[in-house]
């Protein structure tokens, strides 16, 4: 099997039955599943508003991408789920703190729902 998976033990444990990162050793990837603004000290969402709650998510993805050596500096792909584009500036807000440019190709879409009641949810593609 090609699928390598990542345990990261800083981060929020997967609230179902997925890893919270596989190597693609071929290809030299690193998918990194959607982060949640879960607390890993709590297991519960962050209290706040979805400024808070991305730089929960990022918190949290800087964990996953650390337990696989990588760092947001080898992002390449970000795809961000809102539940309302009325969230974009504020969630543009804090992404702008955590990429420098080149930034990663990013698409931003908005869903009827997140797990938990989340307001964001964001994964990551690295190299
Ligand atoms: C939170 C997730 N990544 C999921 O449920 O797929």
Do not use: W
């Not at 947001?72 to 543009?92: C, H, P, T, W």
Request: charged share 15%; with cysteine.
């Amino acid at each position: 099997m090609g699928r390598t998976a990542i345990s990261a033990p800083e981060a929020p444990q997967p609230i179902g039955p997925y890893s919270p990162a596989v190597r693609d050793k071929g290809a030299g990837l690193l998918f990194v599943s959607g982060q949640t603004p879960i607390d890993p000290a709590t297991g519960e969402l962050v209290d706040g508003d979805v400024g808070t709650q991305t730089q929960r998510v990022f918190a949290n993805l800087k964990h996953v991408l650390g337990a696989a050596g990588c760092t947001l500096a080898d992002v390449i792909k970000v795809n961000v789920y809102l539940i309302s584009m009325a969230d974009f500036a504020a969630v543009n807000e804090v992404y702008a703190t955590v990429f420098e440019a080149p930034y990663p190709a990013r698409t931003t879409v908005a869903v009827a729902e997140l797990p938990l009641g989340a307001r964001v949810e964001i994964e990551l593609v690295a190299r």
